[in-house]
Every structure is written in structure tokens, then in C-alpha cells.
């Protein structure tokens, strides 16, 4: 559940943004043409990309270039909700702002390779300017678009002073990218994820229809069908070959419910987790 939100615009787009969320909770995201820089100030998240996904600490920031992500706010001991701040990069409001001076690393977008979305450990300069913007989001009437440009210009600056500046900017370069992923590769990256067959239709960007009928021409079955087979199938070579618990098995596939893993296991061996573990351990799999 949002608890609380604030947001500040530039040239008629969102740039600045805090958000207070209580877990558990997921939302949604499309970037087609901009980047973000996503920061947890309390809390954890999960983030999911087409083809991965990573967890995010308090502290931690996420580079993310152009694409469509999933999140889950989840829960942490160190705090009951999480609180996170994102900052917005749209490539035309960038050339806007820095007008002439545009950075040499940022003027030939088309030519850098893709990289993916990166973690981004904190750092003294990175804390104090999350600091100023909390200190504009709690003082929003002092804020103006020359402010907004400027934060906006201290970021990149931020990002690009590193122990390895060449690589981060790269990746600043490379955020505008747009990246060409294979249906079957999200598909497959996305396996165990818990992701509902909607929510792997928005990281494939295609409608629910569409993703369907796509995923019945690439596998010949139902996404609901391939999707708990594999799930189930990796399930039944965890519990013979480690000695997780069944709990753990259940999670590492993918099911958040252990007595729908234990019904769906049921219903596919005719036996329950357990049992397959003690009368199939020595017997090989298929």
C-alpha cells in the first residue's frame, strides 16, 4: 500500500519522485524512452527485468536503462515500510538542460552497447545529495525549474565519479539504448519468479492476448500448463538431489504457497513432496 507520494516535474515530465510504501506490494513500470536512477533509502525491494532480476537494500541505488520492470517492496527487520526515491532521466529533457553541453559520453547513444540495469553501492557524495532532495521534498516551495535542472546535471556527475568512470559511463550512455530481448528469453529467465502470465506479458511489452498466442506458437501449450510443469519438474530434482527442506524446494521453484506446491506436486506424482523424497530417492529421473 502507497502511503505517501511526492513528485517533482520538468518541462511537463516527472524527474523527482519519493515514495513510501508498506510491503507486501508490487508495482509496474514501463520506460520505453527514459532511464532511472532508483535509490532505497529504507527498506528492501525486488526488482525484476525481462531477463533477470536483482534485490535492492537500503542504501543501494539501481542504474536502469530503457525497458519495462516489476517490483516487490518486500519486508525487512530494519524497517516496517520502505521508503525510495527515483529520479528520472528522459533523454530529450537531458538534452534540454544541458542545451550545448551536452557530455561526450552522452552524445551518440545509438553507438553504445546495451548494458543492463546496475547496482550502485552508496557513497558519501551520493548520501548528501539524497539528503538535499529529501530536504526539497519536506521544503517543496523553495523548489524551481533552475533548481530541478541543476540537481538533475549533479546526478550525472555523481554517477560518473567512480573508481570506474569509463564503465558507468558506458552505462550512462547506454541507458537510452533500447534492448531487442527474445520472447523465449524472457520467458525462460523468468521461470521461477512468481510472475502471473499478465505480468510476463508486460516484460515481454505485449498485450495479454498477444503474449499468449506467441507463447503458444513458440512452446505449443498454455503459459499456466509449461510454466507449472517446469516449476514441478524442478522440484522434483531438488528434493531428490539436496536436502532442502520442502518449504525452501517450494520457494526456489517459484511457489509463495505451500500447500498449493504440495496440491499441484499431488496432482502431477499422485504423491505429496515428502513422500516422493522417501520412496523415489534412489531411483533415477527422467
Given at each position: 500500500?502507497?502511503?505517501?507520494?511526492?513528485q517533482?516535474?520538468?518541462?511537463?515530465?516527472?524527474?523527482?519522485?519519493?515514495v513510501?510504501v508498506s510491503?507486501?506490494f508490487r508495482?509496474?513500470?514501463?520506460?520505453?524512452d527514459?532511464a532511472?536512477?532508483?535509490?532505497?533509502?529504507q527498506?528492501?525491494?525486488?526488482?525484476?527485468?525481462p531477463?533477470g532480476k536483482?534485490?535492492?537494500d537500503?542504501e543501494?541505488?539501481?542504474?536502469m536503462?530503457?525497458?519495462?520492470?516489476?517490483?516487490?517492496?518486500l519486508?525487512s527487520?530494519?524497517?516496517?515500510?520502505c521508503?525510495?526515491?527515483?529520479?528520472?532521466?528522459?533523454?530529450d529533457?537531458?538534452?534540454?538542460i544541458?542545451?550545448?553541453?551536452?557530455?561526450d559520453?552522452?552524445?551518440?547513444?545509438?553507438?553504445?552497447?546495451?548494458m543492463?540495469y546496475s547496482k550502485?553501492?552508496s557513497?558519501?557524495?551520493?548520501k548528501?545529495?539524497?539528503?538535499?532532495l529529501q530536504?526539497?521534498?519536506?521544503n517543496?516551495?523553495l523548489?524551481?525549474?533552475?533548481l530541478?535542472?541543476?540537481?538533475l546535471?549533479e546526478l550525472v556527475?555523481?554517477l560518473?565519479?567512480?573508481?570506474?568512470a569509463?564503465?558507468?559511463?558506458?552505462?550512462?550512455?547506454?541507458m537510452?539504448?533500447s534492448?531487442?530481448?527474445a520472447?523465449?528469453?524472457?520467458?525462460?529467465?523468468?521461470?521461477y519468479?512468481?510472475?502471473t502470465?499478465?505480468?510476463l506479458?508486460k516484460l515481454?511489452?505485449?498485450s495479454?492476448?498477444?503474449?499468449?498466442r506467441?507463447f503458444?506458437?513458440h512452446?505449443?501449450?498454455?503459459?499456466?500448463k509449461?510454466?507449472?510443469?517446469?516449476?514441478l519438474?524442478?522440484?522434483?530434482?531438488?528434493?531428490?538431489?539436496?536436502d532442502?527442506r520442502?518449504?525452501?524446494?517450494?520457494?526456489?521453484c517459484?511457489?509463495?504457497?505451500?500447500?498449493h506446491?504440495?496440491k499441484s506436486f499431488?496432482?502431477?506424482?499422485?504423491c505429496?513432496?515428502?513422500?516422493y523424497?522417501?520412496?523415489?530417492?534412489n531411483?533415477?529421473?527422467?
Amino acid at each position: 500500500m502507497v502511503k505517501d507520494h511526492w513528485q517533482f516535474d520538468l518541462y511537463g515530465k516527472k524527474i523527482f519522485e519519493k515514495v513510501v510504501v508498506s510491503p507486501p506490494f508490487r508495482f509496474f513500470y514501463s520506460m520505453p524512452d527514459e532511464a532511472c536512477f532508483y535509490y532505497i533509502c529504507q527498506g528492501k525491494n525486488r526488482i525484476f527485468a525481462p531477463t533477470g532480476k536483482v534485490e535492492v537494500d537500503a542504501e543501494e541505488g539501481l542504474v536502469m536503462q530503457c525497458g519495462n520492470y516489476l517490483g516487490d517492496i518486500l519486508s525487512s527487520q530494519l524497517s516496517e515500510h520502505c521508503e525510495a526515491i527515483a529520479i528520472h532521466l528522459p533523454i530529450d529533457v537531458l538534452r534540454m538542460i544541458y542545451d550545448t553541453e551536452f557530455p561526450d559520453f552522452l552524445l551518440h547513444v545509438n553507438r553504445v552497447k546495451p548494458m543492463n540495469y546496475s547496482k550502485y553501492k552508496s557513497s558519501e557524495l551520493l548520501k548528501n545529495y539524497i539528503d538535499s532532495l529529501q530536504f526539497y521534498f519536506s521544503n517543496p516551495s523553495l523548489v524551481n525549474e533552475e533548481l530541478l535542472k541543476l540537481k538533475l546535471k549533479e546526478l550525472v556527475l555523481l554517477l560518473a565519479r567512480t573508481n570506474n568512470a569509463e564503465a558507468v559511463q558506458q552505462l550512462l550512455a547506454s541507458m537510452f539504448t533500447s534492448v531487442e530481448v527474445a520472447f523465449k528469453e524472457v520467458v525462460e529467465a523468468n521461470l521461477y519468479n512468481n510472475l502471473t502470465t499478465d505480468e510476463l506479458a508486460k516484460l515481454t511489452s505485449l498485450s495479454l492476448s498477444s503474449f499468449k498466442r506467441e507463447f503458444a506458437k513458440h512452446y505449443k501449450t498454455s503459459p499456466a500448463k509449461y510454466i507449472r510443469g517446469r516449476k514441478l519438474r524442478k522440484a522434483r530434482k531438488l528434493l531428490l538431489a539436496t536436502d532442502l527442506r520442502v518449504s525452501e524446494v517450494a520457494f526456489d521453484c517459484g511457489f509463495t504457497d505451500l500447500a498449493h506446491f504440495s496440491k499441484s506436486f499431488h496432482k502431477s506424482y499422485q504423491c505429496s513432496p515428502t513422500e516422493y523424497r522417501l520412496n523415489l530417492t534412489n531411483k533415477p529421473l527422467d
